[in-house]
């Protein structure tokens, strides 16, 4: 080829190395989550069990009052969970080996950065904020519940006696109320007494917690709840007793909940493009099979039909033949009498 | 059964060899199966 | 057509139909509270426990038993077996009332009914399962309906819209097989996204192949039984054709489901295999999983195979009412049974009796529009004046061939 030529295709392969962007790790994409987004942290070694973050929370979201005043400790004797009318529940954890009194957890949404609750839903209602606050749109909310199904957490609950306008009730991180400015920390970190929820970028509270178990090993286990969990979450936890023993599931894994039905999911178009194609070619094959079947019977039974009806013409030119030489015979016969009687004839006539 | 598995590496080896068993297994067992079943059927010519 | 009822009486108090009334005005006052106390004040559905009895059972079973549908019109028309041909219409039916009850009980389930299009038309949560059960659900609904509508429009006398859908058959039964593979196998998928909430034995990454073999044996099993008892209600409107396949469709379909029951077993057993969960056979769930994989999946499976071949159709009759009892028992298991399995007991679920009397109301709803659809519309029969092929020389037939017996209990039934 021409040197031009050759020197433009040159130019043109190394543009097209350069332009390339690195292939991403065996092909699979990897998804860090929004910088910068909010999050919570709980240390369960500085709770006491007041429940004045519920009240807080309570009151900044307007939830009606509940059973029992929150200043009633007494509830803290039986494990309660989250219902539509509390975001937020304390329980009080006894008779840890290991630990000196009780220890209490306060357990709420937990903020996924991949929400099962977010994947699961039909209707897109629920959103991954790039605040850090999973939220949920009751504008398009059908009442399926497979959220509910989904959270591995169990954490949204339903208005089951509502009739026309149930709603879906979780933590929402305080986000209308932040990003509207009402509020610069969610309720229940701001009621806080001792400073076992703090509130900052997801980043600076991993560094704060780490810093913790670092500064204080005796004091924690050497481990961050929500860090990984889940493919992590926003609201993290410290605890000086194992995380189970406060009714934390340690189960869960580190996969996201989007990676347990992405693999379900991605078969639905190769159905959609196979199944079509195998079907037809089954249909056609059948309707091959059968037409060469058919063509077969068809053949046969012609091949048989012309056999009858060549032995019946070979019968039939054999009767025809026979017929003509009969006669044959017959009128030669009828000619030998003639003329035999014509021999005889004249010796008789005339009498 | 009770073995711990120290790697994914390991689970893997083991899980998808007794899988791998069965398959043959299965293979065989369904050939079996289908013989028996379709056994006593009368010869259908073009059907 | 002759039947030999005494001149006159043709009581509309049966038995059946009082109880199928009663039934329904019992289902309408709970309809009435339903919308009147919401879900709280009918269900025993709790945070906890988000899906029940509706999901479990009209959800999950009804899309289960009505794979017949897509079966048998895949065997009749795609696989090229003709002989199958008189069981494409009941099937068609039969999957027709169950998708479209299936949407009716989802409208009692759902916080908001009126927003079930939404998905579609509003906002569409494409990451979701439920979505693609959803979307898939809904296009199949339509497409049963159009491949049910020729037996309608028989009936109605309208020839060339009902000439058109016939001709469209082949493409209305491949779109359906696509669209039930996806969602029978997506109704089990959409359990994938649990795994720290479904006993180990039941979980698996193959759940949504579990559910769509698992179908294809409900389907040809539901066939069976339904021709089973359309032959004892149904008798006198069934046509020669009918009658003389029928045989050969249990014979037939019972093969099938024998040969799809065995791959299933082994299926499940290899999923144990694959991930190891050999050691939870031997806990009290390890047995309730064996009762169900042995007494309901491989017992079947053997009673048809012995079935097909010492060729005993009352025995096909019983695998197949086993069988889908066996598909129940896993929809429940799945759904309930083994669902939650790590809250405390006093934590687990258990329907209301409202709950549980709006799926018997569904299931008689059923029932009764089936009953009224095969007595009027030529489902049992085929009409004369569309049958396919050219009547032969001084065939005068005006009406469908029907046999000629008296109302009695035929031989072909369960125990007589």
């Known amino acids: ?351 | 059964m009770e073995n711990q598995f120290y790697t994914l590496h390991d689970f893997l080896v083991y899980t998808k060899g007794a899988a791998y068993l069965l398959m043959a297994v299965s293979v065989l067992g369904l050939l079996g199966f289908w013989l028996y079943i379709t056994g006593r059927d009368e010869d259908t010519f073009i059907k | 057509m002759n039947t030999d009822i005494p001149a006159g009486k043709k009581s509309w108090f049966t038995p059946f139909n009082v109880v199928a009334t009663i039934i329904i005005l019992i289902g309408a006052v709970i309809t009435f509270l339903r919308f009147t106390k919401g879900l709280g004040g009918v269900t025993n559905l709790s945070d906890n426990n988000p899906w029940g009895l509706w999901i479990a059972f009209d959800l999950l079973c009804g899309v289960a038993l009505a794979a017949g549908g897509y079966c048998t019109s895949a065997a009749c028309y795609v696989f090229g077996l003709k002989r199958y041909h008189s069981a494409v219409r009941p099937a068609i039916l039969t999957a027709f009332l169950g998708y479209s009850l299936v949407v009716f009980a989802l409208s009692y389930d759902v916080g908001r009914p009126w927003r079930l299009p939404y998905p579609f038309f509003v906002q569409q949560g494409t990451t979701s399962v439920l979505f693609e059960v959803g979307l898939c659900v809904f296009l199949y609904l339509i497409t049963l309906f159009v491949e049910w509508l020729p037996s309608c429009l028989e009936w109605l006398g309208f020839r060339k819209p009902r000439d058109l859908i016939v001709r469209a058959t082949l493409a209305l039964t491949i779109f359906g097989v696509v669209l039930s593979t996806m969602h029978q196998s997506s109704l089990g998928a959409l359990y994938l996204i649990a795994p720290s909430k479904l006993h180990p034995l039941w979980y698996s990454s193959y759940l949504p192949l579990f559910f769509f073999i698992s179908s294809i044996a409900a389907g040809l099993s539901m066939v069976i039984f339904e021709g089973t008892l359309s032959h004892y209600y149904m008798h006198d409107k069934m046509d020669k054709t009918y009658l003389s396949e029928h045989d050969s469709v249990v014979r037939g379909f019972s093969k099938g489901a024998a040969l799809v029951l065995a791959g299933y077993f082994l299926l499940k057993v290899i999923g144990i295999a694959l991930d190891d969960k050999w050691d939870y056979l031997l806990t009290s769930y390890g047995a309730w999983f064996l009762l169900e994989l042995l007494g309901f999946v491989a017992l079947p499976c053997f009673l048809f195979a012995i079935a097909v071949r010492e060729q005993k159709l009352k025995l096909c009759r019983w695998a197949a009412v086993l069988t889908v009892l066996g598909i129940v028992l896993n929809r429940f298991n799945v759904s309930w049974f083994a669902f939650n399995w790590q809250l405390a007991p006093a934590d687990r679920y258990f329907p209301s009796w409202m709950e549980i009397a709006i799926s018997v109301y569904v299931v008689t709803i059923g029932v009764l529009l089936f009953r009224f659809i095969s007595t009027y519309m030529p489902i049992f029969y085929e009409d004369p004046q569309y049958r396919e092929h050219v009547p032969h020389e001084g065939e005068e037939e005006e009406r469908p061939e029907f046999v000629e017996h008296k109302l009695h209990r035929h031989p072909q039934t369960f125990g007589h």
């Open chain 1, 1 to 351: 080829m021409e040197r031009r030529t050759f020197l433009g295709l040159l130019g043109a392969a190394g543009l097209g190395a350069a332009l390339a962007k690195p292939a991403h790790a065996a092909g699979h994409p990897e998804f860090k989550g929004y910088p910068g987004s909010f999050g919570v942290l709980f240390d369960a070694t500085r709770c006491i069990g007041c429940r004045r973050c519920e009240a807080g929370c309570n009151k900044v979201n307007e939830l009606p009052p509940p059973p029992e005043p929150f200043e009633d400790l007494s509830v803290l004797n039986k494990k309660r969970r989250t219902h539509w009318w509390t975001y937020t529940v304390v329980n009080r954890y006894d008779n840890i080996s290991g630990a000196a009194g009780p220890v209490y957890k306060k357990w709420q949404c937990n903020h996924c950065l991949e929400p099962a609750c977010a994947s699961a839903c039909f209707v897109r209602a629920f959103s991954k904020t790039p605040q850090g606050a999973v939220t949920w749109d009751g504008t398009v909310c059908v009442g399926c519940r497979y959220c509910m199904i989904a959270c591995p957490f169990e954490i949204p609950t339903f208005e089951y006696r509502q009739v026309l306008t149930p709603r879906i009730m979780k933590c929402t991180l305080c986000h209308p109320l932040i990003t509207s400015g009402k509020l610069t920390v969610p309720g229940c970190v701001g009621a806080c007494p001792v400073e076992a929820l703090i509130y900052g970028r997801r980043e600076d509270l991993i560094q704060i917690a780490r810093k913790r178990l670092c500064d204080f090993p005796g004091r924690y286990l050497n481990h961050i709840y929500g860090e990984h969990e889940m493919g992590g979450t926003n609201w993290l936890y410290l605890s000086g007793v194992p995380f189970a023993a406060l009714g934390m599931r340690e189960d869960l894994g580190t996969l996201p909940a989007p990676e347990l039905t992405s693999g379900a999911l991605a078969a639905v178009p190769i159905v959609a493009a196979v199944w079509p194609v195998l079907l037809t070619g089954i249909y056609a094959i059948n309707k091959r099979k059968n037409a060469i079947a058919q063509e077969e019977t068809a053949q046969a039974v012609a091949k048989a039909m012309a056999q009858t009806q060549a032995e019946a013409e070979a019968k039939l030119k054999k009767a025809m033949t026979k017929a003509e030489a009969d006669q044959k015979a017959a009128i030669q016969r009828e000619v030998k009498k003639a003329l035999e009687e014509a021999a005889k004839g004249p010796g008789q006539e005339g009498e």
